[in-house]
C-alpha cells in the first residue's frame, strides 16, 4: 500500500490543503479552502453516493464488470469514480462488495487510492447498511450483534452505546466510516412489512433513548451514524422499496410519537439523517414523499428541530420516491428539498446530468451545491479522512471479530430473550428431564454471512449445552405431508422446539404447532422475527421471543431454554390479541422470569 505522504502527493490539486496533518476540528479550514478550488461538476459529483459491483475498485469479476457496465457505464469503480467524481460508494453483499473483512479493507483502499489520484482527488466516504439483526451487508467473521427490536427487549443505554461502539470499531477498521443505523422509526403497527424488527420498539421515549446511545457508541468510533427514516416509517403497512406508504398521522401524533427518536438522534450529535420515502399529509399537503418535501426537510428537519448536519435520501431506486416524477428530476427536487446526499441513483448518469443541467439553467444555485457540499467535507474532516483515507491492515485482524466483540455480542444477547408463556412451568428445559429434543420449524433465509438456519442453530446450541437435539427443517409454508412426518418424529422426542416466523391465523405454521401440541410432547415455541407469532399460538406450553433468526441470538435462546442463563427481556411492542387486535394480549414490558 502506497505511503500517506505519497497518497496525498496524488491529489495534486490538493496537496497544500491535504497534508496539514492532525485531527479535524471544528475550525478545520480545509472544507472551505477545498470546495473554493472545486468545479461545478466536482462539486455535482460529492452529492452522490452511489453502488458499485465488485470485491476489487480495479479488478473485479468478469461478471460484476458487465454489471458495472449494464448499470453504470463503466468497468470498475475507478472508473465510477473517475468518470462521476462520487462523493460516496455504498457497500452491499448483492454487489459483491463483502466477502470478508481483509478483503473489504482491500476494496475500501482501492477506492480512496483510484479518488486520490484524480486531479484535486478527495477521500471517499464509504459506507454500507449495517444495522444488526435482520439487515447486515458485512457477515462473518465479523462480529455480529442483536438487532434492534432485541435490544429494546434489554432496554439497556448501556448495551446500545457497546453496540455502536464495537460495531464502529469493526466498520472502520474495515474502510467503512459511514453508517446507515441507528433506525429511529417507532414501529406502532404490527403489520409493518419494512420496519418491523428493525426498529427499537413502539415506545417513543425507550427508542429515543437507545437511539441516542447507539449514535454516541458510532461517534466515539469514530463513525458517522444515520438516524432513519424521517420523519417516521413506523406506522405503514406498505413497503417503500415497493409502493408508496402513507402515515396518517395528524401533527400532534407525529410531534409525541415520531419526531421524538430523531430529536434525541439530534442531541445526541447524530451525523446524518435519511429521510423516508413515505407521504405525510399532515407536514406537507403537496403529495411529494418526504424525501422531495422542502416542508418537511427544510422547514421541520432543518429549521424546526435546528438540525445541520448530512441529509442523506433513502435509495433513489426505491418506488416510493419514483411513483410521482421521472428519475432526471427525482435527484433534483431532493436538493430543492433540502438533502445533501442523493443515494443510489437508478440511473447514475441520468441523475448526475440533471443536477448538472438543473445548476446550469439557474434552477438550482451553485451556492444551494456548496451548502450540502461544505457539509460532505466537513463530515470527511471530523471523520479523519483527510488524514488517514487508509485503514491498516493490522487493524483488521486486531478488531474485527475478536474474541472481546463476539463475547459482548453474546453477553447482550442473553439480555433480549424474552419469555412470554410459560405454563407449568416447562421452562427451563433439562437434559436429565428432556434429553431428546426435536427441533423444527421456519428456515427463513439467513442475514447476511451467518451459518444458519435457524433450526440446525438452535439444535448446534441445544446439543452443545447436553441435550440430544435433532434438526428438521419444515420450512416457512409446510406442506400436509411435512407436517405428518414432524408429528410423526416428535413422537421419538421428550420435547418439542419449533421455529416460527410471522405466523398469521392460515398460516401452515399454525397448523404445525397445533398438531405438535396435540402429540401430548411439551412444545416450545421460538419467534424467531415477530413477537407477534404468541397470539396466533395459544396451544404450546412455552413461547420465547428472540426478534431475528441470526446466530447470537438463537444461541441466547438456547442457553434461556436450558436454564443456563434465564430470560431478561422485556417486550418492547404491545402484542394483541389475533381474534380482537383492540384488546392487549401482552403489554410492552411484559417478560416472564425463571
Not at 21 to 34: C, I, Q, S, T, V
Not at 37 to 51: A, H, I, N, P
Not at 171 to 186: E, F, H, K, T, Y
Request: net charge neutral.
Amino acid at each position: 500500500m502506497p505511503s500517506r505522504r505519497t497518497v496525498l502527493a496524488a491529489g495534486a490539486g490538493v496537496t497544500a490543503a491535504l497534508a496539514v496533518g492532525g485531527p479535524a476540528h471544528a475550525d478545520d479550514r480545509r472544507p472551505d479552502e477545498l470546495l473554493a478550488r472545486m468545479t461545478l461538476e466536482e462539486k455535482v459529483g460529492q452529492l452522490f453516493v452511489s453502488r458499485v459491483y465488485g470485491h476489487s475498485a480495479t479488478a473485479p469479476d468478469q461478471a460484476d464488470i458487465d454489471a458495472n457496465l449494464g448499470e453504470l457505464g463503466v468497468r470498475t469503480a475507478a472508473e465510477l469514480l473517475a468518470r462521476y467524481r462520487l462523493g460516496g460508494i455504498i457497500y452491499f453483499a448483492w454487489a459483491h462488495n463483502t466477502r470478508d473483512p481483509r478483503q473489504i479493507a482491500d476494496l475500501s483502499d482501492g477506492i480512496q487510492r483510484a479518488s486520490l489520484q484524480q486531479p484535486r482527488g478527495l477521500p471517499v466516504l464509504i459506507s454500507t447498511d449495517q444495522e444488526h439483526g435482520a439487515v447486515c451487508r458485512v457477515g462473518r467473521p465479523a462480529s455480529l450483534f442483536p438487532g434492534a427490536m432485541a435490544i429494546g427487549a434489554g432496554g439497556s443505554r448501556a448495551d446500545a452505546r457497546t453496540l455502536g461502539r464495537l460495531a464502529g470499531r469493526e466498520l472502520r477498521a474495515m474502510g467503512i466510516r459511514q453508517n446507515c443505523s441507528p433506525v429511529a422509526d417507532v414501529n406502532v403497527n404490527p403489520a409493518n412489512p419494512v420496519i418491523g424488527v428493525r426498529s427499537f420498539g413502539a415506545d417513543p421515549a425507550a427508542v429515543a433513548a437507545l437511539v441516542a446511545a447507539e449514535t454516541e457508541g458510532y461517534r466515539t468510533a469514530g463513525v458517522a451514524a444515520t438516524a432513519k427514516h424521517f420523519p417516521g416509517h413506523g406506522d405503514t403497512a406498505v413497503d417503500s422499496h415497493t409502493g408508496f406508504p402513507v402515515i396518517t398521522h395528524s401533527r400532534e401524533e407525529w410531534e409525541a410519537l415520531d419526531a421524538v427518536p430523531f430529536r434525541a438522534a439530534i442531541a445526541a450529535g447524530v451525523d446524518s439523517l435519511m429521510t423516508a420515502h413515505i407521504l405525510v399529509p399532515a407536514l406537507d399537503a403537496s403529495g411529494d414523499p418526504a424525501t422531495l418535501s422542502r416542508p418537511i426537510v427544510t422547514g421541520i428537519l432543518r429549521e424546526k428541530l435546528g438540525y445541520d448536519g448530512i441529509v442523506v435520501t433513502d435509495a433513489l431506486d426505491m418506488a416510493g420516491v419514483r411513483t410521482k416524477y421521472g428519475d432526471d428530476r427525482v435527484p433534483v427536487l431532493a436538493l430543492k428539498a433540502g438533502v445533501d446526499q442523493l443515494l443510489n441513483p437508478p440511473d447514475l448518469d441520468v441523475a448526475w446530468n440533471a443536477v448538472l443541467k438543473a445548476v446550469q439553467d439557474g434552477e438550482l444555485s451553485e451556492r444551494r451545491l456548496d451548502a450540502s457540499v461544505l457539509r460532505i467535507l466537513r463530515l470527511k474532516a471530523r471523520l479523519g479522512l483527510f488524514d488517514e483515507p487508509y485503514v491498516s491492515p493490522a487493524d483488521v485482524g486486531r478488531t474485527v471479530g475478536v474474541p472481546e466483540h463476539l463475547a459482548a455480542a453474546d453477553r447482550i444477547a442473553e439480555r433480549t430473550t424474552t419469555l412470554l408463556v410459560n405454563e407449568g412451568p416447562l421452562l427451563p428445559l433439562s437434559p436429565g428431564t428432556h434429553p431428546r429434543l426435536l427441533v423444527v420449524g421456519a428456515d427463513p433465509a439467513s442475514p447476511t454471512g451467518t451459518t444458519g438456519p435457524p433450526t440446525g442453530v438452535l439444535a448446534a446450541a441445544l446439543t452443545a449445552l447436553g441435550f440430544r437435539a435433532t434438526a428438521l427443517a419444515t420450512g416457512m409454508a409446510p406442506s400436509a405431508e411435512t407436517i405428518a412426518g414432524a408429528v410423526t418424529a416428535a413422537g421419538g422426542a421428550d420435547a418439542v422446539v419449533v421455529a416460527t416466523c410471522n405466523v398469521t391465523a392460515a398460516d401452515a405454521q399454525r397448523t404445525l404447532v397445533r398438531q405438535l401440541a396435540a402429540t401430548g410432547r411439551p412444545v416450545v415455541a421460538v419467534a424467531v422475527r415477530n413477537p407477534y407469532d404468541v397470539s396466533q399460538l395459544p396451544f404450546v406450553r412455552a413461547c420465547l421471543a428472540t426478534y431475528c433468526w441470526t446466530d447470537v441470538e438463537l444461541r441466547a435462546a438456547a442457553r434461556v431454554i436450558a436454564g443456563v442463563v434465564g430470560p431478561r427481556g422485556k417486550l418492547p411492542v404491545p402484542v394483541r390479541r389475533a381474534d380482537d387486535p383492540t384488546q392487549v394480549l401482552y403489554p410492552i414490558g411484559h417478560g416472564l422470569t425463571y
